[in-house]
Antibody, heavy 122, light 108 residues
Framework: QVTLKESGPALVKPTQTLTLTCTFSGFSLSTSGMRVSWIRQPPGKALEWLARIDWDDDKFYSTSLKTRLTISKDTSKNQVVLTMTNMDPVDTATYYC??????????????WGQGTLVTVSS | SYVLTQPPSVSVAPGKTARITCGGNNIGSKSVHWYQQKPGQAPVLVIYYDSDRPSGIPERFSGSNSGNTATLTISRVEAGDEADYYCQVWDSSSDRGVFGGGTKLTVL
């Protein structure tokens, strides 16, 4: 079955770089049509889409955060990595990775990780 | 950028029908997906492609999409349906994912 799990630091200091890893099973990112996204949710607030990486290494980023985000994949390890630079307390959130299904312009998130809470504080 | 607008809250009595709307410019031309999120849990897909249900989702959950409004309908609402609900589209003009602001469903 498909599973995803996020890992990374629970606490980062302002201005530091956050690195999160999504380790998944049940599918391969080398298979045509497979895609993985990162989504975050500040406490008590709405979901916010951050980034997506496709099987062919196409990458897409949130317009407001694209200068701070980098998404990459390691197909051999079944992992997707998200880095976010210059962290700020407003970036405190639960970060989710999710598999995206459906065609490119109709995509939906059918499997989600459990999420990892990242707090930005000095 | 494309914006999805949801009412912050909807209340419904048990056994009645809840309707949660998601507004967007010509949203009827897009595919809309809906997620249920209970406190402390990850979101769960409940409707995709406007009106399709993933396996395991009760038939009480249905969706529609036309014009500038998509709607998630929950029939015969149960206490266990109390949750936050989010709509989502992929904005092909900008190649970005977009979520609505979420609607808290309260079962009275």
């Amino acid at each position: 079955q498909v599973t995803l799990k996020e890992s990374g630091p629970a606490l980062v200091k302002p201005t530091q770089t956050l690195t999160l890893t999504c380790t998944f099973s049940g599918f391969s990112l080398s298979t045509s049509g497979m895609r993985v996204s990162w989504i975050r949710q500040p406490p008590g607030k709405a979901l916010e889409w951050l980034a997506r990486i496709d099987w062919d290494d196409d990458k897409f980023y949130s317009t407001s955060l694209k200068t701070r985000l980098t998404i990459s994949k390691d197909t051999s390890k079944n992992q997707v990595v998200l880095t976010m630079t210059n962290m700020d307390p407003v970036d405190t959130a639960t970060y989710y990775c999710a598999r995206m299904s459906g065609s490119g312009d109709r995509g939906y998130f059918d499997y989600w990780g459990q999420g990892t809470l990242v707090t930005v504080s000095s | 950028s494309y914006v999805l607008t949801q009412p912050p809250s909807v209340s419904v009595a048990p056994g009645k029908t809840a309707r949660i709307t998601c507004g967007g410019n010509n949203i009827g031309s897009k595919s809309v997906h809906w997620y249920q999120q209970k406190p402390g849990q990850a979101p769960v897909l409940v409707i995709y492609y406007d009106s399709d249900r993933p396996s395991g989702i009760p038939e009480r959950f249905s969706g529609s999409n036309s014009g500038n409004t998509a709607t998630l309908t929950i029939s015969r609402v149960e206490a266990g349906d109390e949750a936050d609900y989010y709509c989502q589209v992929w904005d092909s003009s900008s190649d970005r994912g977009v979520f609505g602001g979420g609607t808290k469903l309260t079962v009275l």
